[in-house]
């Protein structure tokens, strides 16, 4: 799968980071971090960007709203390593009534190791579309 949009390669143009040490289970035989773990990285970073928000995801599931992951794209250019540092930029873009966008930057030091892009959709408890709440919309970045 090719993304319909390419992330941004600088860190300032992203409105949220969040930093996460790389653990020594999440390194492989090779001694680099598995690339099953990054999608837990973007993972935590969503949860964590809502909380900063002061809008954590179980209130929104409260709502009864869930942000199903519909796509995933991660293009890897460096590996990381156990105990680095790592910091996930992250920005919300191309909302539509329920659906939206996340574009991700992993970076090192500053250096880039890798790019990603999610494709969410507000689902249900039964797993039916909804309307995303307006505040999340509020928060898109064009791209």
Known sequence: ????LE????????????RI????AETDAMGIVHHSNYLLYLEETRVEYLRHLERPYTDLRADGVDLAVLECHLRYRRPLRFDEQLDVHTMLVRPTRATFRMAYLLTV????????VTA???????GRPVRMPPWLTALAIDM
């Open 1 to 4: 799968m090719r993304p319909d």
């Open 7 to 18: 992330p941004s390669l600088v860190a300032a143009d992203y409105p949220y980071s969040h």
């Open 21 to 24: 040490r790389v653990r020594f």
């Open 109 to 116: 030091d500053g250096e880039v190791r890798a790019t990603a």
């Open 120 to 126: 969410h959709g507000a689902v249900n408890g039964q």
